[in-house]
């Protein structure tokens, strides 16, 4: 084909090419933008570095989602409300209210405000089983947390898009912070 274009080029077809030419001009013109757009995509990942934030945002801002929480305790994502039982929820609700993460090792320190969520999102009104239910959760020597997360992220699951689910769900590495990395907006 370009040989041919070429062939065609050196009789001196006029018409031929200003197409080509033209032709040219756009691709040029595409890959002009193309590396535009690139470079700005790097200098936003590179201010997001800057700031702590990751390759994550925009992948939020690419999916168009948003979690937001409202007073009586709904999670909604998009608008869309959300169920969660009970306890994966209040575990829901203590790593939003923490966006700097928690460690799991570290969960004692949060036990009275997950007794206070558990407390919010179950519909039993016993304060002794909340504490016990939080213990139990909070116990290093069960496996607990792990179940719950893992609950919750099924939940979260059946309710949306898998990939989409995963901006919502607590992640984080063995003994780090483990954090919910969807952007957070209270209605």
Not at 9 to 20: I, M, P, Y
Request: aromatic share 6%.
């Amino acid at each position: 084909m370009e040989a041919l274009l070429l062939a065609l080029l050196q009789e001196g077809d006029s018409a031929l090419e200003e197409g080509a030419m033209e032709y040219g001009d756009k691709i040029i013109q595409l890959k002009d933008e193309i590396r535009d757009t690139e470079m700005l995509l790097e200098r936003l990942r590179r201010l997001l570095a800057d700031y702590g934030k990751s390759d994550n945002i925009l992948q939020e801002i690419a999916a168009g989602q948003r979690l937001e929480l409202t007073e009586g305790m709904d999670v909604l994502i998009d608008g869309k409300k959300i169920s969660m039982t009970p306890l994966p929820k209040a575990l829901f609700l203590l790593f939003w209210r923490h966006p700097e993460g928690i460690c799991f090792k570290d969960m004692s320190d949060y036990r009275e405000e997950l007794v206070e969520l558990y407390g919010r999102t179950s519909r039993s009104d016993d304060p002794e089983r909340f504490r016990s239910t939080i213990d139990r959760l909070i116990d290093l020597d069960s496996n607990s947390l792990d179940t719950q997360r893992y609950l919750l992220k099924r939940q979260l699951e059946a309710q949306m898009n898998p990939s989409d689910a995963a901006m919502f769900c607590i992640r984080g590495s063995r003994g780090e912070k483990k954090v919910i990395p969807a952007s957070r907006r209270r209605k």
